[in-house]
C-alpha cells in the first residue's frame, strides 16, 4: 500500500510539474492604457495557458531597461517607432520580426509605409503599428476661423492669444511651414543647423504673440477653456478631450501635416516568449480589443477602420479633426540621429531666454 501511495504521489508530482512546465509568461513592457486589466481578462481567457505581467514605462525608460540586459527581461515592448532603428543599430536590443506570424492585412497602409521607412534595418522589419496619435494646432474656431498652419501662430491677429510648447515639435512643424524637410535635413547636421538658424531668428520674433508657453495639458486645457488663448500647438488628444467641453475648440492638422507618432510592437533580443508575443498582438488587432485599448487610452489604432471603432464621445472629435486628406498628409517621426537633440535644446533655450 506504501509502495502504491508512494507511486501516486510522485505521478502527481510530475503532472503539476509538466502541468507549470507548459505554463509561460508574457513580460509586457508598455505604456498606461494599452495593456487595461479587461483586456488582459480576455486574453487570458482565450490563452488561459499564458499569464500576462504588465510593466509600465516609457520611450525613455524602455530603452534604459532593455539596454542594461542587452534586451533581456521582457518579452514584448511598445518603443515609438522613431525609438527603434538608432536603439537597434548602436545596441542589439530586439529581434527582427516574423512577419508570416502576424495579420499585417489590418493595418492601415500608411502605417506600415511607417515601418518600412522608420523600423527597418537590412531588410529587416523590427516593429509593427499599435496605436498613434498627432501633433497639430488647437484652435477656437469662434475666434480663430481661419488658422490652419503653424505660421499662423505668428500672425499679428492674434497677438497674445497665443500659446506654445517649447520643444521640438514647434521647431518640426515651423520648419515645414518655411518650406523645409526637418527630418531629411537630419541626415547634414550643417543644412539642418541653417534650418535652426532661421527657426531661431521666426520665433523669438514670434514672442510678442505669445500669451505664454504652456508645459502640460492641463495647463493649455485651462488657458483655452478661459478664452485667453485662441491658438496654439498642441496634441491632439488634448485637443480632442476639449471638443467634449466646447465644440469650437478643435485639432487642426497644419496644411503641411500634422506630426505623427506610432507606438509599435517589437520583440525584445533576449525575449523568452516569442510565441505568446505574436499572439498578443494579433489578440489586441482585433476590432473588439480596439475599442477597449482607444477607450483607455485615448490614442487611435493603427488598424483600418479604427476611428470608428473608437468610443462614441471620442469618435466625434477625431471625426471632426481628420478627413482621408489629412490622414494621407501626416508626417511621421523619424529616428533621431545622435546630436540632433542637443542642437534643437539650444535652439529653444535660445527663444525661451530672449525678450520680447
Known sequence: MNRVLKGLLAGAAILCCATASQAETLRLLTWGGYAP????????????????????????????????????????????????VAAQTEYGIYKPLDLSRIDTTVFRPEMMKAMEDNAKIDGKIYSVPHVWGTQGLIVDRSKAPDAKSWSDLCDPRYKGRVSMRLKRAILLGMAFDMGKDPFKAYRDPAEYQKILDALTEKLIACKANVKTYWTGGDDLTRLMLSGEVVLSDAWDSTAFKLYGQNHN????????????????????????????????????????????????????????????LMPAESRAAVEAAFDEKALANLKFMPSVPAGIEDMEGKVLERVKAASN
Open 37 to 84: 486589466d479587461a483586456v488582459v481578462a480576455l486574453f487570458k481567457k482565450k490563452y488561459p495557458d499564458i499569464d500576462v505581467q504588465v510593466t509600465l514605462s516609457n520611450n525613455e525608460e524602455m530603452v534604459a531597461k532593455l539596454r542594461a540586459t542587452g534586451g533581456a527581461g521582457f518579452d514584448l515592448a511598445q518603443p515609438s517607432v522613431s525609438r527603434i
Open 249 to 308: 475648440i478643435v485639432f487642426v492638422p497644419p496644411r503641411t501635416g500634422a506630426l505623427a507618432w506610432i507606438d509599435t510592437f517589437s520583440i525584445p533580443a533576449k525575449g523568452e516568449a516569442d510565441d505568446a508575443a505574436y499572439k498578443w498582438i494579433n489578440f489586441v488587432m482585433q476590432p473588439e480589443i480596439v475599442t477597449l485599448i482607444s477607450g483607455s487610452s485615448g490614442a487611435i489604432g493603427a488598424v483600418k477602420g479604427a476611428i470608428e
